[in-house]
């Protein structure tokens, strides 16, 4: 990257101060530049698709309180948990949420952006964050990325109506970068009490963040496309989660959208299992 691309990204990802007294080149390796701040960065974990073979039955899996990582600010992260908790209603919740400053992110997004579709909906897909054309847009999924997953939907006879669109993190980070560790865990509450107060039956999770952030597990390629069970504070049963690449990966092909494919078949199994069952109640 040569300097003029170099600063315009900074320019975009909101830098427009110096914070210490000597220029840092950041286009050199880390081991040979001075650091001007101390702390571990969080490893960036890459995610491996592959293709089922078919739905397993859900394993239920108990959800943890919202862990702060070394570093997040536990005090903001309680904030999050008491403002969350706090929120009677899916309308109160977003209130809340759009008004919690303490996320930075908040500062520099377009939009806030959180659900999208009926909060009454079945069935719940949930993804990472917004990214850039849902930051301009202020909707969830739209752009290329929205195209794909009304492809998709359509694959296994859904449509985005049917269906309640969501983010993880609603405000899209600087220059489409990964959601920091702190970020995540300040939003996270939310998402949880977003889901005690919609009851969902399934949740389809898109990527392996999404995954850890809502069943604290890491996502591996031999559970990918298969349903979980996973526990709720707040709710009387388990919801059934199916883990599938992020939008992004099943654009790229591969295994990734072989994957993707296998949990949309799982999701659609789910769906008319779930509705038989319902009919049997009547």
């Known amino acids: 990257m040569d300097a003029f691309n170099a600063l315009r990204l900074q320019v975009e990802w909101g830098v427009d101060e110096c914070l210490d007294d000597q220029p840092v080149d950041r286009r050199r390796p880390i081991n040979q530049r ?61 209130m809340a949420f759009a008004d919690f400053t303490e996320c930075p992110l908040r500062d520099t997004a377009a939009h806030f952006i959180f659900t999208a579709g009926a909060p009454e909906a079945p069935t719940w897909i949930v993804g990472e964050a917004p990214d850039a054309d849902e930051d301009r847009a202020g909707h969830c999924f739209t752009g290329r990325t929205g195209e794909l997953l009304d492809q998709m939907l359509a694959s296994i006879a859904l449509a985005r109506d049917q269906v309640l669109l969501a983010n993880m993190v609603p405000w899209r980070p600087p220059g489409g970068r990964e959601p920091a560790p702190r970020e995540t ?27 850890a952030g809502l069943t604290g597990q890491r996502l591996i390629s031999r559970r990918m496309g298969k349903p979980l069970a996973v526990a709720f504070d707040g709710l009387a049963g388990p919801v059934t989660a199916i883990p599938l690449p992020t939008l992004d990966q099943v654009a790229s092909g591969g295994t990734a959208r072989r994957a993707a494919w296998e949990g949309l078949r799982a999701l659609r199994r789910t769906i008319d299992g779930q509705s038989a069952g319902k009919m049997g109640e009547d």
């Not at 865990?185 to 995954?211: D, E, K, N, Q, T």
């Open 185 to 211: 865990a300040m939003c996270l509450p939310f998402l949880r009490r977003l889901i005690v107060l919609g009851r969902p039956r399934v949740i389809v999770l898109l990527g392996g963040r999404v995954v």
């Open 34 to 94: 001075r650091l001007v701040a101390t702390g571990v960065a969080e490893p960036r974990s890459s995610l491996r698709a592959a293709a089922g073979t078919s739905a397993e039955t859900p394993a239920a899996v108990p959800v943890p309180r919202v862990a702060a990582p070394a570093g997040a600010g536990t005090a903001s992260v309680d904030r999050a948990i008491a403002a969350a908790a706090a929120a009677a209603s899916i309308e109160a919740l977003a």
